[in-house]
């Protein structure tokens, strides 16, 4: 009833030439955003980006606090809410709030209500959707890795290389992904590829155990860079990988900005700022609530430039530095 | 018609006068601009050699921010390396820390030719960075624009030839009418034919000729039948009747007067001074492309498919070359039955959206397409311009009519390339293939102006044409019946095209600007080697025919077969390390070859196929002889294209060069006569 209504009062809008002032006059559009670790850049970004617009928004907040567990009640929640929108910050989340594409349960998961997201890295390997256009779903959003053949070569001109380590987690089924895809892209550039995967227990969960080992044992296979994908479990191992790979004075690189951000002593990484995801985000988002698309009509795109991101303290403790002619376009921290 | 040749003479004097005054005029100004030049530009050089300092400098002093001590900077020397690159006019970069060096690009310079600039943040170490300037580079820039010039001048001598022959057509055709008319008076009943034309003296005298002899033939039939009502007046009405049917045949077959005919005869020339222009514009239009089209492919987009770059650069010319080869010999047919007007403004529209697409062409696959198109547009425009000679031509006129045409094309090939290079450079790829648009706007616009409507009467006033008509398809059976045929056919023709476009089309352009120059010096590599076709293909069949006449045997094979060694050779004078000069040592001896083995080997088909033209006609076999050289040109960048990607230019060059020699080898050792001395074999295959 509601989307209906919306889109004729799109339609006039536009007659009228002046799209805010309709729905100004009625009340805000209510979101729910769940999110994985309370707010974030793109949180930010996509509230001044509605601010910006003179989009009227009323937000209902809801924080996993990086517990999957809490998601089946905010799902609940959300379908007595009713909400005109709901945002989903990250895999996991989305996942949870929305469920994945092949494996359809009305019951447990929001269907009826449109999403977008942010910050899903693969939304079609995570089985999100089907595909990043007509994804045949109302759910869209916006995802923030480079391609990894940019990742690739950023390597590159910061330090040639003719092997590339990977640590990851094989229970991920996007990490397992991006491997494979690396050495595919190995194949056609010339470099070789040596990867280690997280020690699993008995019910295949990740464990924390000999990644000093692990590491080490990518230094001596020949690794001159060691890529740090976006993978969920490395994120919570950050600071003991990043600290054996110092130890062995091996290059870090990662496809995500949390990771830089963190305190970790990563070196370096081609990144989607969060602030500019949330922007675009929200951008896809007005086109839902102002002109009263159909989110499975909103394309899943990613951000077409991407920052060059050197941090110097750590690139002095490696004592690997960047090329001078760098300075021209990384950012250095 | 001694004024048609005291005309032709005085246009060639005035041309030369012409030609040596702006030559001598810009050898001049070149010459005291670079004394000028040579004084103010070295401050300014060094301004801008600072500035680039400067820049360089804003990199370095960044690793002071970051506390990262001088020496201890990554990448420096890539860096310097780069600028130098960049920047054609610095010849040297230094980086100093204390009076030591550090990094260093490049070989010594004086003093007075470097500007030396203190790294920021780095003074209290004595950091200092040193650019110094090439004193070559205004001499190189002079170089570039002299030959510019040069080239300019060549060219402009050649369209405002074109230019003259497109206004004389129409004035002296119209001249032609005047003087028609004042014979009409003078002769009473009769109008008698223009004689003026651009084809030629011989054919005006020709047609005079003729004129009077219909004359002659109508007052005769007159006489006649004067006679014969004197002795035979009782004969009935009946007989009567008949001698009246017949005069009135006879007058409609002989009388030029009535407005129809006069119009259709006297436009022969005025037809082929109107078909001159458009054509003319319409070939300039594709060979503007040619000294950058490998260039542009290969910038293009592929798809997902990897194919390699070198092959890309092919395609384009691969395609155009084939759909010419394949399309040419249907056309034929098609041309003569929608009419040559027709096809012809068909042609240039066709050929006016494949360049405007062409040049906004983002893929691989779209200019492939349009490339695809523009040379079925080329085709066309071809077969109807060969058709328009070949309709208003007779047996006696068309060795003349189609040197005409060939002139045309040759201009062309001079003109395009060259010009194309330097608005390549000037103003990038995709503008000057939008240029190459307009022309064909300007091409369809004047022939839909000033070409006529196909003639409602019998088209070739001949019954047997002297040189292949395109009408007929090519049956590529012939080629496998005759042994001797197929053996010219691989050994000869399809190598001589092969070399041509590989070399010329393909190669050169993407050799050129692989070393550094420009697409302009590639152009003009290739207005060279037009320029030399231009000159000697005349030259070399006359001798040929002195020769035959001489020695009263037949020199074909022996020319055909150095030819091809020359081209052959040609190929391995890229072998030798003399920078620019190899190509074009390249360019000459390939010149030479082509120019003394085109004709010669045309003229070995009629006799290779003695039996063939006697039972399928001439026609037939030179189709099949034209399509299976086509395939030459078409295949020609493809092989081309899969030696550079195995080993590199000299390989590429070399190894197509050692097989055309080969094939001139064995050429000759099959068709040289056995009565040749044997020196002439050893010398064809060296």
């Given at each position: 009833m509601r989307r209906t209504f919306l889109k004729r009062a799109g339609a006039l809008s536009a007659l009228a030439l002046a799209p805010p002032a309709w729905a100004q006059a009625t009340r805000p559009f209510r979101i729910v955003a769940v999110t994985w670790r309370g707010k974030t850049q793109v949180e930010i970004g996509m509230e001044d980006f509605f601010g910006k617009q003179g989009l009227p928004i009323e937000f209902t907040w809801r924080d996993a606090a990086q517990t999957p567990a809490r998601l089946e009640g905010f799902a609940r929640e959300i379908k007595e809410l009713r909400p005109d929108l709901v945002f989903t910050w990250g895999t996991t989340v989305t996942l949870g709030i929305a469920g994945a594409h092949d494996a359809p349960n009305p019951q447990r998961y929001v269907t009826d209500v449109p999403l977008f997201f942010a910050m899903v890295a693969d939304p079609v390997g995570a089985k999100v959707v089907t595909a990043l256009k007509g994804q045949g779903r109302d759910v869209t959003g916006v995802f923030h890795v480079a391609p990894l053949s940019a990742q690739v070569e950023t390597m590159r001109t910061y330090r040639k290389f003719a092997t590339l380590g990977v640590i990851y987690n094989a229970a991920e089924a996007n990490s397992v992904?991006?491997?494979?895809?690396?050495?595919?892209?190995?194949?056609?550039?010339?470099?070789?590829?040596?990867?280690?995967?997280?020690?699993?227990?008995?019910?295949?969960?990740?464990?924390?155990?000999?990644?000093?080992?692990?590491?080490?044992?990518?230094?001596?296979?020949?690794?001159?860079?060691?890529?740090?994908?976006?993978?969920?479990?490395?994120?919570?191992?950050?600071?003991?990988?990043?600290?054996?790979?110092?130890?062995?004075?091996?290059?870090?690189?990662?496809?995500?900005?949390?990771?830089?951000?963190?305190?970790?002593?990563?070196?370096?990484?081609?990144?989607?700022?969060?602030?500019?995801?949330?922007?675009?985000?929200?951008?896809?988002?007005?086109?839902?609530?102002?002109?009263?698309?159909?989110?499975r009509d909103i394309p899943i795109e990613t951000l077409s430039r991407y920052s060059f991101i050197v941090r110097m303290e750590v690139a002095k403790q490696l004592d690997i530095l960047p090329p001078v002619a760098l300075f021209n376009y990384a950012i250095v921290r | 018609?001694?004024?048609?040749?005291?005309?032709?003479?005085?246009?060639?004097?005035?041309?030369?006068?012409?030609?040596?005054?702006?030559?001598?005029?810009?050898?001049?100004?070149?010459?005291?601009?670079?004394?000028?030049?040579?004084?103010?530009?070295?401050?300014?050089?060094?301004?801008?050699?600072?500035?680039?300092?400067?820049?360089?400098?804003?990199?370095?002093?960044?690793?002071?921010?970051?506390?990262?001590?001088?020496?201890?900077?990554?990448?420096?020397?890539?860096?310097?390396?780069?600028?130098?690159?960049?920047?054609?006019?610095?010849?040297?970069?230094?980086?100093?820390?204390?009076?030591?060096?550090?990094?260093?690009?490049?070989?010594?310079?004086?003093?007075?030719?470097?500007?030396?600039?203190?790294?920021?943040?780095?003074?209290?170490?004595?950091?200092?960075?040193?650019?110094?300037?090439?004193?070559?580079?205004?001499?190189?820039?002079?170089?570039?624009?002299?030959?510019?010039?040069?080239?300019?001048?060549?060219?402009?001598?050649?369209?405002?030839?074109?230019?003259?022959?497109?206004?004389?057509?129409?004035?002296?055709?119209?001249?032609?009418?005047?003087?028609?008319?004042?014979?009409?008076?003078?002769?009473?009943?009769?109008?008698?034919?223009p004689r003026s034309t651009l084809l030629g003296r011989e054919w005006s005298a020709a047609l005079g000729a003729r004129a009077d002899a219909l004359t002659l033939r109508y007052h005769q039939a007159v006489a006649g039948l004067r006679a014969r009502l004197r002795t035979r007046h009782q004969?009935?009405?009946?007989?009567?009747?008949?001698?009246?049917?017949?005069?009135?045949?006879?007058?409609?077959?002989?009388?030029?007067?009535?407005?129809?005919?006069?119009?259709?005869?006297?436009?022969?020339?005025?037809?082929?001074?109107?078909?001159?222009?458009?054509?003319?514009?319409?070939?300039?239009?594709?060979?503007?492309?040619?000294?950058?089209?490998?260039?542009?492919?290969?910038?293009?987009?592929?798809?997902?498919?990897?194919?390699?770059?070198?092959?890309?650069?092919?395609?384009?010319?691969?395609?155009?070359?084939?759909?010419?080869?394949?399309?040419?010999?249907?056309?034929?047919?098609?041309?003569?039955?929608?009419?040559?007007?027709?096809?012809?403004?068909?042609?240039?529209?066709?050929?006016?959206?494949?360049?405007?697409?062409?040049?906004?062409?983002?893929?691989?696959?779209?200019?492939?397409?349009?490339?695809?198109?523009?040379?079925?547009?080329?085709?066309?425009?071809?077969?109807?311009?060969?058709?328009?000679?070949?309709?208003?031509?007779?047996?006696?006129?068309?060795?003349?009519?189609?040197?005409?045409?060939?002139?045309?094309?040759?201009?062309?090939?001079?003109?395009?390339?060259?010009?194309?290079?330097?608005?390549?450079?000037?103003?990038?790829?995709?503008?000057?293939?939008?240029?190459?648009?307009a022309l064909t706007l300007a091409s369809l616009a004047l022939a839909w102006r000033r070409l006529p409507a196909d003639r409602a009467v019998s088209p070739a006033p001949s019954t047997a044409p002297v040189v292949p008509a395109v009408t007929e398809r090519p049956r590529l059976a012939l080629a496998f019946s005759n042994r001797r045929f197929l053996l010219l056919l691989l050994l000869a023709a399809v190598p001589a095209k092969l070399i041509l476009i590989a070399y010329c089309f393909y190669l050169i352009p993407l050799y050129i600007v692989g070393v550094g120059s420009s697409s302009a010096m590639a152009g003009r590599m290739i207005m060279l080697y037009s320029v030399m076709m231009v000159l000697l293909v005349p030259l070399m069949a006359n001798w040929v025919v002195a020769q035959r006449a001489r020695h009263a045997d037949e020199p074909e094979a022996l020319f055909v077969a150095i030819g091809l060694g020359l081209s052959g050779l040609a190929g391995l004078a890229m072998a030798l390390p003399l920078g620019l000069l190899s190509p074009l040592i390249l360019v000459f001896l390939l010149g030479v070859g082509q120019s003394l083995s085109i004709s010669p080997q045309a003229?070995?088909?009629?006799?290779?196929?003695?039996?063939?033209?006697?039972?399928?006609?001439?026609?037939?076999?030179?189709?099949?002889?034209?399509?299976?050289?086509?395939?030459?040109?078409?295949?020609?960048?493809?092989?081309?294209?899969?030696?550079?990607?195995?080993?590199?230019?000299?390989?590429?060059?070399?190894?197509?060069?050692?097989?055309?020699?080969?094939?001139?080898?064995?050429?000759?050792?099959?068709?040289?006569?056995?009565?040749?001395?044997?020196?002439?074999?050893a010398k064809a295959a060296a």
């Open positions: 992904a991006i491997v494979a895809s690396l050495k595919r892209l190995a194949a056609t550039q010339r470099f070789a590829v040596v990867d280690v995967a997280f020690d699993r227990d008995a019910d295949g969960k990740p464990l924390s155990t000999g990644i000093d080992e692990k590491i080490a044992w990518l230094k001596q296979a020949g690794a001159e860079w060691l890529y740090l994908g976006p993978d969920t479990y490395l994120f919570s191992q950050l600071d003991r990988v990043a600290a054996a790979a110092l130890e062995q004075r091996l290059a870090t690189f990662s496809a995500t900005e949390a990771v830089l951000n963190s305190r970790a002593p990563v070196l370096t990484g081609l990144v989607s700022s969060y602030y500019l995801v949330g922007q675009f985000a929200a951008f896809k988002a007005a086109q839902i609530l102002q002109k009263g698309m159909r989110a | 018609m001694k004024g048609g040749a005291f005309f032709q003479r005085q246009l060639w004097l005035v041309m030369t006068v012409v030609m040596i005054v702006v030559m001598a005029s810009i050898a001049a100004t070149v010459g005291l601009m670079y004394r000028a030049f040579d004084a103010s530009i070295a401050p300014q050089m060094l301004e801008k050699a600072k500035t680039a300092g400067r820049s360089l400098n804003s990199l370095l002093g960044q690793g002071a921010t970051y506390g990262i001590p001088l020496e201890k900077l990554v990448g420096v020397g890539d860096l310097f390396a780069d600028t130098a690159r960049q920047h054609p006019e610095i010849a040297r970069i230094e980086l100093s820390l204390g009076g030591k060096g550090l990094h260093t690009h490049g070989p010594e310079m004086p003093a007075e030719l470097t500007t030396r600039l203190p790294v920021p943040g780095y003074e209290s170490a004595r950091a200092e960075l040193a650019v110094s300037i090439d004193p070559q580079y205004v001499r190189r820039l002079f170089e570039e624009m002299s030959l510019d010039l040069l080239v300019v001048a060549v060219v402009t001598l050649f369209i405002s030839l074109e230019l003259l022959y497109f206004l004389a057509g129409g004035l002296l055709a119209d001249l032609g009418t005047i003087r028609t008319q004042v014979d009409a008076l003078s002769k009473g009943a009769f109008v008698g034919l004969v009935g009405r009946e007989s009567m009747r008949r001698a009246i049917a017949e005069l009135r045949t006879l007058r409609s077959r002989f009388n030029f007067s009535d407005a129809r005919g006069a119009q259709g005869s006297h436009g022969a020339a005025l037809i082929l001074g109107a078909m001159r222009a458009p054509f003319f514009l319409l070939l300039l239009a594709d060979d503007l492309s040619r000294s950058f089209m490998p260039m542009f492919a290969a910038g293009l987009e592929v798809g997902p498919l990897h194919i390699s770059p070198n092959l890309v650069a092919s395609l384009p010319i691969f395609a155009f070359m084939l759909v010419v080869a394949l399309s040419q010999p249907v056309l034929g047919g098609w041309s003569e039955r929608i009419g040559r007007r027709r096809s012809f403004l068909a042609g240039a529209a066709l050929a006016c959206v494949a360049h405007l697409l062409s040049a906004q062409a983002n893929t691989l696959l779209e200019l492939l397409i349009w490339r695809s198109a523009g040379g079925a547009a080329w085709a066309i425009a071809f077969v109807a311009a060969q058709g328009y000679v070949l309709d208003h031509t007779d047996t006696r006129t068309r060795t003349v009519g189609l040197a005409a045409f060939v002139g045309i094309i040759m201009v062309s090939m001079i003109c395009g390339p060259s010009i194309g290079g330097i608005l390549a450079d000037g103003i990038g790829h995709r503008a000057t293939l939008a240029l190459g648009a003229a070995m088909v009629a006799e290779v196929c003695k039996d063939e033209i006697r039972t399928l006609g001439q026609s037939a076999v030179y189709g099949v002889y034209r399509m299976v050289e086509r395939m030459g040109n078409a295949i020609g960048p493809l092989v081309a294209a899969a030696l550079l990607e195995i080993g590199g230019f000299q390989t590429a060059f070399i190894a197509i060069g050692a097989l055309v020699l080969l094939c001139a080898a064995l050429f000759a050792v099959i068709f040289l006569p056995r009565r040749a001395p044997a020196g002439a074999v």
